[in-house]
């Protein structure tokens, strides 16, 4: 069996892959400071929460237990005391059965080699804001990068680095399998000195490294996301015929070959739910329609059209799945010509969550799943908005690459034995 352990896990899409290849798995520790993540990963994979254990918790003892960890409630910064006081007694007692169903370490920066549990693969898709080019487009401003000393959070990085070398130093054994994902950006002349030199130290300790740059698209789902994974095989001081097979294997297998024509995509109207007869359906399109401004005006004019009324586009793709949808640019909207759904100015409306969260590769079942458990039955209090589920599937990967990325990982795993 494979132990997995999910350092800035999200919402565990590396999890959900391994699951639909029918992988012999199981994931031992997970890590993500956010707390719509810790929520939602808990209930994608872990199904619903019985809240019975904390019966006994009131809102101060939650509080004390909650303080122990480095929580966040938007990823950039800490919660406060204050913050977790003015959340529910039943959203704490949520927060806090996520944090223990998942084995949720929370925070990279104190987690220790000699803490983790025993793991076959370790994956790392470490915070994307300070390499990405979407920060200039936005801000204005370049990020810097992961130089070791910027002090960003794209520079957790090295904490990664920190970690195995504990491993090191406590004569623990590496995992055999390091996976990274990231934005193309990271082979920019910005930072590519700097990714080589993390390729460098991963090649001294023994791993074996293919770099990839692969799109969505190639692995039949209708988003132009282009990401860049490394897939890192540990070889040790095997002999020299043992790391030649892996590198054969992995230049053999190349991912970054697949070429889909655009007619072996599959269709956006696969991903798109425009029957408004059924009640989710609407209420999440009424809710994902913005009034008609001059902003908007520039959303409507300059983002893919990817259904018109309740007529998908096939032959259409999204753009990449972003953190937001009310923006320009965005993902690409569905054009109202006849508009029923509201009595206020609008030519359109924007993705909604579901079909976020379907692009990136997660099922209907799970969505469903989680808006079950959205709510508190006693408060009617959301756990998860809306913005925040985007955001969720925006800062999420797209599962069906990691589906072919993680079937090499079990042949390779099979190959090299124990």
């Known amino acids: 069996m494979l132990k997995l352990i999910e350092t800035f896990s999200g919402i565990g899409a590396q999890a959900q892959a391994l699951k639909n290849i029918n992988a012999d798995f199981k994931t031992v520790a997970t890590a993500d400071w956010e707390i719509g993540a810790i929520y939602a990963y808990d209930i994608i994979h872990n199904g619903p929460q019985d809240l019975e254990p904390y019966r006994h918790h009131t809102k101060d003892s939650l509080v004390d ?34 944090i223990n169903r998942s084995n949720n370490l929370i925070d990279i920066n104190t987690i220790h080699a000699n803490e983790l549990p025993s793991g076959d ?36 990085l090295w904490q990664v680095e920190r970690i195995l070398k504990e491993y090191l130093e406590i004569d623990r054994k590496l995992p055999r399998f390091l996976l990274m994902e990231n934005v193309s950006d990271i082979l920019s002349y910005q930072n590519i000195d700097n990714f080589n030199e993390w390729q460098a130290f991963l090649r001294k300790l023994g791993y074996v490294n293919k770099v990839s740059t692969l799109d969505a698209r190639n692995f039949r789902v209708p988003q132009s996301r282009v990401r860049t994974y490394m897939l890192s095989v540990y070889v040790g001081n095997e002999k020299e015929k043992v790391k030649v097979k892996v590198e054969d294997y992995l ?6 070959l697949i070429q889909l024509p655009d ?12 029957d408004y007869s059924i009640d989710k ?24 059209i990817l259904a018109i009324d309740d007529v998908p586009q096939n032959g259409i793709f999204a753009r990449t799945i972003t953190t937001k949808q009310d923006r ?25 969550p579901r079909e976020c969260f379907l692009l990136m590769g997660f099922n209907e ?15 009617g209090k959301r756990m998860l ?33 124990n």
């Open 281 to 304: 359906y609407r209420e999440e399109a009424i809710s994902s329609t913005p009034r008609f401004t001059e902003s908007r005006e520039k959303i409507y004019k300059n983002n893919p």
């Open 65 to 98: 237990a909650l303080q122990r960890f480095n929580l966040s409630n938007d990823g950039k910064k800490p919660l406060t005391e204050k913050s977790l006081r003015a959340m529910s007694t039943n959203q704490l007692k949520r927060i806090l059965a996520a």
């Open 385 to 417: 908005a809306d913005t925040k589920l985007i955001k969720l599937a925006g800062n999420s990967i797209v599962v069906p690459v990691l589906e072919a990325i993680f079937k090499q990982v079990v042949d390779l795993n099979e190959m090299l034995g």
């Open 251 to 256: 230049y053999g297998n190349d991912l970054e």
């Open 121 to 156: 693969i370790l994956t790392y898709s470490f915070p994307c804001q300070d390499l990405s080019a979407a920060r200039f487009w936005h801000s204005g401003t370049m990020g810097s990068g992961i130089d070791r000393d910027a002090n960003n959070r794209s520079t957790l």
């Open 263 to 274: 007619s072996k995509v599959n269709e956006i109207g696969n991903y798109l739910r425009l």
């Open 328 to 352: 320009n640019p965005n993902s690409g909207i569905i054009e109202y010509k006849n508009n029923s759904l509201v009595d206020w100015n609008t030519h359109y409306r924007n993705l909604t």
């Open 365 to 379: 079942r799970q969505y469903d799943d989680l808006m079950r458990s959205n709510v508190s039955v006693r408060e």
